[in-house]
């Protein structure tokens, strides 16, 4: 799963990506261990209000986006998603796609500026995978859509929630 | 609940709907309530038009322009109307020859909500919902309606568990579905809206307009519609209106109805709206992805249903295509005995501009179609018109 994989990452990069690193994350006594078993979605994955979330890569400069577990609990049983055609620039809250379930049509919008340059047909024919797994970013997975991401859509990140705050966030 | 109570509501509360019919009009002729949305927390419009396209596109707009945490109670009542989903096939869902020929001549559209195919008639209300998407909630309306219809007297009313309103009596085997719901959420704002069959004259009708020959041969993505059983609940519009309004009221706060129509037409978002609304590549265009398949598949789990007809088992003539966007691609076309495979000039064709399928799978131009056997003709002429048929293009009794 994609969350395994994220462990695997060396932790060198991650810390080069992390320039706003919670400082929690620095104290010594917990860096070792943290290193290497905390997921650094800490660092790249963020989520908005509406729900939806975005990865950044390694480098900085691609990125994945999907609709959250919490958001595609919330839907129920998606039965169409509609998909952009790539390539596609897009701006924050731009609507990118939309689910049908349960008689209601969503919009998903984009988390951030960026650039559409592939979608996941395979929510187009099963549909339903994007209620198994909205955040598995594998070619199974239910995400969105891949996209590059340039210096505005890293700043845009700025504005998104970490995993711990949507937590909450959906907890309110 | 007297008629006279529903006017009292209406002429005595609100300052738009003065008993003076001079001003009335006036204010309705000149002035759209709707160029700039007020900020009231909550708000009720009564459309007076009919139009399917001009009461969504009001609606669509009031969702799209109205202040974020507003709650806002809009109602209608098309002429009538064919109204399909917004990821729903056109080919599938209804009977477009039968909605040319009707002489109710009903209007087929695409709403933005999700959901199936519903009728609307002057028969039939429609109440909309727009809220906060965060306080979104699929029933707590539908049970607004529930509450109004029972202060009409009418009582076995309640919301299942597919947020219809249906009516029966506890020992009824299968209630009637009174009222259909469906939902649109975006960003910050969400629709709920639903039908109400108040006393419509087309109930034996509706389901041939509903029954489409189109069906046994399209696979398609996107939403099937669920066909219920239906009944009116035999009240008059102006008292469902009233009811409604009341119960909207009592749960967010007195506000005086106010009435839009025609003229909203003018402002520009709803015009523009409007427009896209009409428009063949809106009702056409956006149809999910399909699969046709002519004569039809038995064995294949969607064709279950309608077997093919004794001209299909004997066509020679075999067609598949794939639509996206309902534009024509992938078209096979070929002609037994030897399977040979015909050109069709099909790619890229949409098929909602097809007028007539003859102009589409003629024999090719060297005439290799027409030289097997000489009922080959008679065989062509008999597969473009199950194509017309299929499609509705042809007009039937």
Known sequence: ?????????????????SSRANTLLWRPSSFGSRAFSASPAVFAKKYTKDHEWVELSEDKKTATIGISDYAA??????????????????????????????????????????????????????????????????????????????????QDLDNLMDAAAYKKFTEE | ???????????????ILTPAPNIHKWQLRFQSSLHQIPNAETQIYLSRSQSPYLNLSIEHHLLTKSPAESTILFLYTNSPSIIIG?????????????????????????RRSGGGTVWH????????????????????????????????????????????????????????KVSGSAYKLTRLRSVHHGTCLLNSPNLKDIGKFLRSPGKPYIKARGVDSVSSPIANVEVQNADFEDAVVKEFQQMYGHVDPVLVGEEEGDVPEIMKGLKELKSRDWIYGQTPQFHFSYPTHPSSEAFEEVGPTVSENLTPFNLSFIARNAAINSACLSQRPTSTQRTSSLGNVKVHEIEDWSQYVLPSRDGTLVDAKSRTTEEHETFVKDLNRIFGVALVG
């Open chain 2, 1 to 15: 609940m007297s008629p006279s109570r529903g006017a009292s509501l209406l002429f005595s509360h609100s300052r």
């Open chain 2, 86 to 110: 917004r990821n729903q096939n056109p080919w599938v869902e209804c009977n477009l020859s039968l909605l040319r020929s009707s002489p109710l001549k009903p209007d087929l559209v695409r």
């Open chain 1, 73 to 154: 609990h919330a839907l129920g049983d998606v039965v169409y998603v509609e998909l952009p055609t790539a390539p596609l620039e897009v701006g924050v809250g731009d609507s990118i796609g939309a689910v049908e379930s349960v008689k209601s049509a969503s919009d998903i919008n984009s988390p951030i500026t960026c650039t559409i340059t592939s979608v996941n047909s395979l929510l187009e024919e099963t549909p339903g995978t994007i209620n198994k797994g909205p955040e598995d970013d594998s070619s199974a997975g239910g995400w969105v859509a891949k996209v590059e991401v340039g210096e505005v859509g890293i």
């Open chain 2, 121 to 176: 008639d002057e028969g039939n209300m429609n109440y909309s919902v727009i809220c906060p998407t965060s306080k979104f909630d699929r029933d707590i309306h539908a049970q607004m309606v529930v509450r109004a219809l029972r202060r009409l007297a009418v009582d076995g009313v309640w919301v299942n568990e597919r947020h219809d309103i249906v009516m029966g009596s506890s020992v009824a085997a299968k209630p009637w």
């Open chain 1, 1 to 17: 799963m994609a969350s395994i994989a994220r462990s695997l990452r060396p932790a060198a990069t991650r810390l080069i990506a």
